[in-house]
RNA sequence: GCGGCUGUGGCGAAGAGGUCAACGCACCGGAUUGUGGCUCCGGCAUUCGAGGGUUCAAAUCCCUUCAGUCGCCCCA
């Protein structure tokens, strides 16, 4: 299918990343939630927003048998919210809440690099506090989190859209300041003037227009209030030393968003043209305009993908463990015994291989290759007699006999000295 | 939704109208039926994404279609 792609030779880098996640959230007391891949429409275009691309062209739409109108969810957030609400989770003595989740998510776009139709997202929501402190802490984690994933080449994005007053300044400023140079701007942002003013500046096309150039700040709308809350958010980023690129032009996609909006892009360009890895904000009013009680709330989502691209592009590749035994076998008697060998090997915890193929011996040591097993252990008439079995230590190429109860812990006692080199740890080679 | 590029064996890749579709890697078999990694020998695409057309003749030209990829838009 378009869009869609099979997780093979990539496992081992998504564990690596989904590893980071669960322990990211250890670091900050985060509680995992899961909600649905798919919810009622209705959500997603009071939450998102009408006029938004994602909801306007973007969504999976259908109607289940029932008649109901679906959307799989285009992001995570509104599912999340509607869950917080759903589940009473305010009326939990705790507050603040913090929530993580990582899933896929769908849009019906063209694909591209860093896009596809089904991707993954990771993401983290805290409920119940409207201190600039809670908008540094979604930032800092997600600086963190790039941070646990050896990813140094990004920068942070921020700016501040203020609450509903502010917001409503802005957009008659801005409606004002562009009104005179509709005829000379694309027909998206003259479509854009009527329906979402604010997405104006997210434009491309006319990125070098002198009147998106020269357009007034969102900061410059805000109220007293409100200036104080972004100030106070920078300040505490500042003393975090978090460097972050206060960005007049980035308003963000969704109509939730409030106060403090981000975006950290990869400077490496390892993305092509997406290289927005994460993006989140404050949205103080959807849990209320969702139908709960007003709590202030801010998140942020990682796209997965376009973090794998990036750690491709810095070579990590976390390797599989290598498997500890060839087991091969030498004529018929051997053969038949193989298996129940190997099971028994298996169940003291030996990772063990056996010829399933019925090759011949050189063909054997040839798929031990193949397998990279540490040990080749070698069954004959001859070992069979003795109940033994010769054991090849691939390492150093010598051969030994070895009973048959001994195995296991013979190849325990030799792999300890390089337990230490274990390649499947997370951290990145020659660290 | 719009635009560019690509599509030859498991992979990479020659081939630009004319007998059998190079080559490299991988794979399989043998030299060597209880020891692999080297070497040597042999095998491995009735077919060039699919369908149709032009032609005496098409992987090569034309049309359609599908797939992949990159970009626009938008975003994660």
Redesign the pocket.
Known sequence: ??GT?DIVKDTPRFRAVEKAIHTLARLFNLEEIRTPHFEASELFHRSVGEE???VGK?TYDFFDRGGRKITLRP?GTAGVVRSYIENKLHAEAKNPQKYYYYGSMF?Y????????RE?R?FGIEIFGSKDPSVDVEIIACAVLFLRMLKITDFAVHINSLGGEESKKNYEKALKEHIRPHLETLCA?CNRRFEKNPL?IL????DTEHDALQNAPHPIDALTEEDREHFESVREILQSMDIDHIVDHRLV???DYYTHTVF?IKDTLEAL????????GGRYDYLVENLGGPPTPAAGF???I??LLLTLEALEFTPKRAPLHLYLLS??EKAKKKTPALAHKLRLQGVTTETDLVG?????Q??????TAARFVG?V????LEKGIV?L?D?NT?T?EEVAFENIAATIAEKIKQDRRDCDTCPERKGE
């Not at 997210?202 to 096309?205: G, N, T």
């Not at 090759?359 to 063909?363: E, F, L, P």
């Not at 004959?380 to 070992?383: K, L, V």
């Open positions: 299918m378009k792609y938004t691309d994602i973007e992001e849009r776009e063209r694909p591209q690099k860093g896009r596809t991707f997202q998206d997405r997210d434009c491309k096309k963000r996609g969704l975006e092509g043209s997406q290289d927005t890895l994460c993006g989502s990682f796209g993908e376009r030498i004529g090759r011949g011996i050189k063909a040591f040839k798929q031990s290759e193949h070698i004959g008439d001859a070992e010769t090849k691939q190429g051969e």
